[in-house]
């Protein structure tokens, strides 16, 4: 067998990108230069203007592109709505600022070297816009909604949209179109394309993750035919795909949750596949020759980049300036909005087919991009680890000890929620594995059967988090009484979080049922009695119950913490209503503990004007959380056990009773007897 090159067999090609894809990380380790580096070099070493082993085909442009539009699908997702809307104002600046001043100093440079009008515009747009290759980066590092990265993500948009839509009004005037119906089709064409991605994606998908099965296959199939005929309409409409990907990213936020197994698909997808293509690809297109054979190549050359690095460290530079940002935020701002490749190409591509732009222009085009992709990502990742070790997410202090969270299962139904519900609460900074538990009600000698049923349910729950590349150990015990091995599990296990479903069928005589009753009252840990009846991804609104005196509970902020974590991670606002309390001691703390997703407070005074004015506000695709407290604490109070009920019976669909930590053992004898104090035997409900 002769070996030719370039190499064309696709067996042979898809191996040696895979090598590729598998060393290059580990060397630029170890050379301590960011890993997102390394396929663009392997391409340029081996690519047709390298060693000739591989050319640029149709197969590496078609999952280069693939990748790309990954790239800014993934920032859609992981935008922080919330944050970009506060500081929607300053994406908006920077944006403009990052696109207008590359703009002026690229198609000034570009009338200097004597290009024509057109041409320097082009050129001009081609500088000013950028592709968030350092984004995958951002994420790692856990500063993704910072505000400084939220600010140059936000003003990505506007950025790219503005250069694609000079890149369509420069290619139809210089092919005559700029008539009457080019506008108008364009202006129809656009408009009809936001409603469809940006009102019409959220209705569907609300609809299909509350009436379609969760299998996982399904809803990754889902998100794909979502991405990519995302960027088919953004084609139709005149513009390019990855328009269509990043909005595509906007509409699906708030139903693709950060940590859970959807999430964890999308990323590993296109971080271990076809990102890494896009990176080869715009490395094969790279030739350094050209510097050599045409002088003026270099001119070109020095003068775009002149203008990119004058205008994307202006821009930022000017950003922090007005809005305070430290020099660590400046730098990677910078680091986010310097790469070219995405829309700079498109651009470069169009303008050369239709005669704007020469060979010369194209080779400073692709050195700029090799260099830009090379400085960005290393300044992301240099001062993306200073922002990350700077930035302090706990202003109090949480017990010693690792954070660990028991999942009692009962029933193949309810398994997924409350594991999606764990995988939501679980703090990001613990490595430790959540502890999913059955127990098998029998004797030890005649359990052999049960417990074989009980480890197959618990293998469906392995599967269920090994697709969030969430680690688990699981946990069988064997008791007379479950609510005896629950407690069990969680002093021998040193469990803080215990995660419970609860069905809403009990007697009247019980608040949950015998087996969650007796294992709240026994403990002092946190407990979460959660009723899952919609997709979590699905909830609109966080609405919290704030009794009096839960701000004096010392599970309070830990409590806080993981309640604003829900809020935050499903991308929705909070409401809480202080019931009986002061809104102002409440209001430093949300302040204080992180994440701070967008709340409002509300006072009400009395437990009748909450179940009479209230209540009936509650909507089917609100999630209730209830600060609950033990009896015999503080904070507690009569109707605390009735809001359940109420609750279900009036159809709530999803709720959560949260018990907040105690600093020792509850002993609930002194309040035997005196279920219902004095001072609420006057009140229909106490208050």
Not at 568 to 585: E, F, P, R
Not at 594 to 613: A, I, M, Q, R, S
Request: aromatic share 10%.
């Amino acid at each position: 067998m002769t070996f030719q090159t370039p190499i064309e067999d696709p067996v042979i090609i898809f191996a040696l990108t895979m090598l590729i894809f598998f060393i290059t990380p580990i060397l630029m380790n170890k050379l301590r230069i960011p890993g997102i580096i390394g396929p663009i070099l392997a391409g340029i070493i081996i690519g047709p203007n390298g060693l000739n082993i591989l050319e640029r085909d149709q197969t590496i442009v078609l999952l280069g592109t693939v990748g790309l539009l990954f790239i800014i699908f993934i920032a859609g997702l992981e935008l922080d709505i919330d944050g970009f809307k506060k500081y929607r104002h300053r994406s908006i600046s920077f944006g403009l600022l990052s696109f207008l001043i590359p703009l002026v100093f690229g198609t000034f440079f570009a009338l200097m070297l004597g290009y024509s009008i057109a041409a320097s515009l082009l050129i001009g747009s081609i500088v000013g816009s950028h592709t968030l290759l350092g984004y995958p980066i951002a994420s790692r590092l856990g500063i993704s909604k910072n505000k400084a990265v939220t600010t140059a993500v936000g003003g990505t948009l506007l950025t790219d949209t503005l250069a694609l839509l000079l890149l369509a009004v420069i290619a139809g005037a210089a092919m005559g179109q700029l008539t009457p119906n080019f506008w108008i089709t364009l202006f129809i064409s656009l408009l009809l394309f936001l409603i469809v991605v940006l009102w019409g994606t959220p209705y569907l998908s609300r609809w299909f993750f509350r009436n379609i099965s969760t299998e996982g296959t399904n809803e990754f199939s889902y998100v794909m035919v979502i991405l990519f005929g995302s960027g088919f309409l953004a084609i139709v409409a005149g513009m390019q795909p990855i328009i269509g990907a990043f909005l595509a990213g906007l509409a699906l936020n708030r139903f693709i949750i950060d940590q859970g197994p959807l999430m964890n698909r999308i990323r590993f997808v296109g971080n271990a596949l076809f990102i890494p293509f896009f990176l080869l690809s715009v490395g094969l297109l790279m030739d350094l020759s050209v510097l050599f054979s045409d002088p003026r190549s270099w001119i070109v050359t020095l003068l775009i980049l002149a203008a990119v690095f004058i205008g994307k460290g202006l821009a930022p530079l000017i950003i922090s300036k007005i809005y305070k940002y430290n020099t660590t935020e400046t730098k990677v701002m910078f680091g986010l909005s310097i790469p070219q490749a995405a829309a700079t190409l498109a651009a470069t591509l169009v303008g050369y087919d239709i005669g704007l732009l020469d060979q010369a222009t194209v080779n400073a085009v692709i050195i700029m991009i090799l260099l830009t992709c090379m400085l960005g990502p290393y300044f992301v990742e240099k001062y993306g680890r200073k922002l990350a070790v700077s930035e302090d997410l706990k202003p109090y202090v949480r017990k010693e000890g690792p954070e660990r969270i028991l999942i009692p299962l009962s029933s193949p139904e309810t398994m997924e929620s409350l594991l999606d519900l764990s995988f939501i609460i679980k703090s990001e900074k613990d490595d430790q594995p959540l502890y999913p538990l059955t127990v098998v009600q029998k004797e030890v000698g005649y359990a052999e059967g049960e417990v074989a049923k009980a480890e197959k349910m618990l293998g469906h729950a392995v599967m269920y988090a090994s697709g969030a590349d969430m680690p688990v150990r699981l946990l069988t015990k064997v008791d007379l009484n479950v609510s005896d091995g629950i407690v069990r599990a969680i002093a021998e296990e040193r469990i803080n979080i215990v995660v419970a479903g609860w069905d809403a069928e009990t007697s009247n005589k019980q608040l949950f049922g015998s087996v969650i009753d007796r294992f709240i009252y026994r403990t002092n840990q946190t407990v979460l009695v959660s009723k899952i009846g919609h997709p979590l991804n699905t909830t609109r609104r966080v609405v919290v119950i704030l009794p009096q005196g839960a701000n004096y509970k010392p599970g309070y902020h830990q409590g806080l913490e993981k309640i604003k974590m829900i809020t935050s991670k499903l991308n929705v606002g909070m409401l809480g209503i202080v019931l009986n309390d002061s809104t102002d001691k409440y209001v430093d703390s949300m302040k204080e503990v992180k994440p701070n997703p967008p709340t409002t407070l509300v006072h009400l005074e009395g437990w009748t004007n909450f179940y009479d004015k209230f209540l009936p506000q509650f909507k089917e695709d609100d999630l209730v959380i209830i600060m609950s407290a033990r009896k015999g604490t503080i904070a507690w109070h009569p109707q605390l056990e009735k809001l359940p009920r109420m609750l279900a019976d009036r159809g709530q669909e999803s709720f959560i009773i949260f018990y907040l930590a105690e600093e020792e053992e509850v002993d609930v004898r002194g309040s035997r007897g005196t279920e219902i104090p004095k001072e609420f035997l006057f009140s229909k409900y106490g208050d």
